[in-house]
């Protein structure tokens, strides 16, 4: 069965206080990670999508990596308007359907 | 930029009443999905179509139904409400291969008294 584990499930840091999220995942034959932030009575807003082990993508102050077993959300410098709850996805085909398995979502909260 | 809406935004009804929750894009996109989401918990895929006339249950069970009569018209109704389905309701509709991407909509936060 696909299943995807977020870490931390909260996180506070101080502006300027660097770290990373993490997304533990189990699937057969990945297709693609998705990587969503959701502001609280909102739908997820798209970030970024990982097709491969060793892949990279940055956004501002946000950069996605991918390894075989896992991805991680780094956050270099954030700032408070960076506080959200931050969703990780994976993609593989079941029975012919490509959907997304979502996680739980680590919640982020940066102080100023 | 993903265009795609949901209305209402919030909703509360009685038990027993029937709702239509709408959902439409312009993107032009085949393939759209509704997702429930309690808080603090993960997104679970309750609907989806891969087009015109196409509809399939997600992974979990749900009492509502879907209809799919228009490419960007997507709307999910339960004929008979319950407490049970309080709740927020999220459509989503993606990109063609290969990115496939899915945009979200605003969502539809549903509770039923």
């Known amino acids: 069965e696909d299943q995807v584990t977020q870490s931390p499930e909260a996180l506070r840091l101080q502006e300027g206080e660097s770290s990373s999220l993490n997304c533990s995942y189990t699937v057969s034959g990945l297709r693609g990670l998705f990587w969503y932030r959701q502001d609280p009575g909102k739908g997820p807003e798209f970030l970024f999508t990982?097709?491969?082990a060793g892949e990279e993508k940055e956004k501002e102050r946000l950069k996605a990596t991918l390894t075989k077993k896992e991805s991680f959300l780094h956050i270099t410098a954030p700032k408070p308007e960076d506080s959200a709850t931050y969703l990780c996805?994976?993609?593989?085909?079941?029975?012919?359907?490509?959907?997304?398995?979502f996680g739980k979502g680590t919640k982020l909260t940066v102080n100023p | 930029e993903a265009d795609i809406y949901q209305t209402p935004r919030y909703l509360v009804i009685g038990t027993g009443k029937k709702i239509t929750l709408e959902c439409s894009q312009t993107?032009?996109?085949?393939?759209m999905y509704w997702y429930q989401q309690d808080p603090g918990m993960e997104l679970h895929l309750i609907h989806y179509s891969y087009g015109v006339n196409s509809t399939e249950k997600g992974d979990l069970s749900s009492e509502s139904t879907v209809s799919r009569i228009r490419t960007e018209h997507f709307p999910l109704t339960l004929e008979s409400a319950r407490p049970s389905h309080t709740s927020q309701y999220l459509c989503a509709s993606s990109d063609p291969v290969p990115t496939e991407t899915q945009y979200f909509g605003p969502g539809t936060r549903l509770l039923v008294l």
């Open positions: 996805a994976v993609q593989a085909p079941q029975g012919g359907s490509e959907k997304l398995v």
């Open positions: 990982l097709y491969s």
């Open positions: 993107m032009g996109h085949d393939k």
